[in-house]
């Protein structure tokens, strides 16, 4: 088994973590991986939106490693603090392990590579912007320049021995409740509370799971100018998740229905509603070709990977819906988007194993 050299590993890491890049400001964090790729012998380009790619030759099908680039707030100005085999923030901020030990691990494969003079297929590296955002550099991608078929996605849950083969679709959706204003104390009877017009709207909208496959939230809620003036207007926003497209698309029609109904019960209010898929579900079959080679992988490190639905979306969701297979896979980082996220060292370094397993795997 290949010898990992940790201190490396965490040194790249904490680089990486210092480096701020919260969704929309990763131009340093792109600078500083660009440097690091060049010397690791990649050709480096950008796409028209900012996305990097880079690519190492080798013999045979080209694997796609992607991860992407920022990181949620709070994310500035990270301090990292290592207990034994963890390392975590100092609580004031995110760790930013999602997804930067990702970043860190593709570096390490590469140092490996080089290092070890090790065969591998050649390597797309593809690292996107503003995915915490909505997938936005993934949706922009010029997917002209992307060369493989198949790959992994460094932003998946939890262990190493997670692999993600289904993920939901999302639907975002925007509600404008209008009503009428006018003073709350001198004639609040000329004036329609928009106010409690969401909160009648809100109360019908079923939160939650709403089943094994779908979810439903609303998670903003804007409006009022003051206590003094029966509000015109609140804004709310949510979200359906669902892994069944047609689930999916039901639970989006209920939404509608919903908004109708209480418009018809509701003359004096009027709601505007403003929605839009953002991205769609996929789902593979354990028969794939490529899921196979990963089950290779794993068995010299002697884990049983774990094929597992996720709840959350990730690059893949916009990959695998253009033909490619790319699969999720988890490092060891928990408590993601949470001031109390940390990364478990020696899960990090079992993925990297594997990853260094699944690209020694002879391709037929």
Avoid: W
């Avoid at 209008?178 to 003073?183: F, N, T, V």
């Amino acid at each position: 088994m290949i010898k990992i050299n940790r201190q490396r590993l965490i040194e790249n890491f904490i680089a990486l973590v210092k480096t701020n890049s919260t969704s929309g400001n990763e131009k340093d964090i792109s600078n500083f991986l660009k440097s690091n790729l060049e010397n690791l012998g990649g050709k480096v380009t950008f796409d028209s939106y900012g996305n990097l790619l880079s690519f190492f030759e080798g013999k045979g099908e080209t694997i796609i490693l992607n991860c992407h680039l920022d990181t949620v707030h709070p994310g500035e100005n990270i301090r990292t603090i290592q207990k034994g085999d963890r390392l975590f923030s100092d609580g004031k901020t995110i760790l930013g392990a999602d997804a930067k030990a990702g970043l860190a691990i593709i570096l390490e494969i590469l140092n490996l590579r080089k290092e070890k003079k090790i065969n591998c297929p050649p390597l797309q590296i593809i690292l996107t912007k503003e995915e915490e955002s909505g997938l936005i550099g993934a949706r922009n991608l010029d997917f002209s320049l992307v060369k493989g078929k198949y790959g992994l996605v460094f932003d998946g849950d939890f262990g190493p021995d997670n692999i993600t083969i289904y993920a939901p679709g999302y639907y975002f959706f925007e509600c404008s409740v209008l009503g009428k204003a006018a003073h709350a104390g001198m004639e609040p009877e000329k004036g329609v509370s928009a106010i409690l017009g969401a909160a009648k709207l809100i109360n019908k909208i079923p939160f939650g799971r709403i089943d094994s496959e779908t979810t439903q939230n609303i998670g903003i809620i804007q409006g009022g100018d003051g206590t003094n003036i029966i509000s015109n207007k609140v804004i709310f926003k949510g979200e359906i998740r669902g892994r069944n497209k047609t689930k999916l698309l039901k639970q989006i029609k209920k939404l509608k229905f919903i908004i109708e109904k209480f418009l018809s019960e509701n003359k004096n209010i009027k709601v505007k509603l403003n929605g839009q898929i953002i991205f769609d579900p996929y789902a593979f079959s354990l028969k794939n070709k490529f899921l196979k080679k990963i089950q290779l992988a794993y068995e010299p490190i002697g884990l049983k990977p774990k094929f597992l639905p996720s709840g959350g979306g990730t690059d893949a969701n916009i990959f695998n819906n253009k033909g490619f297979n790319l699969f999720p896979i988890g490092f060891g980082a928990y408590n993601t988007h949470t001031t109390s996220e940390y990364l478990i060292l020696s899960e990090m370094e079992k993925t990297l194993i594997f990853c260094i397993n699944l690209l020694k795997i002879k391709r037929r």
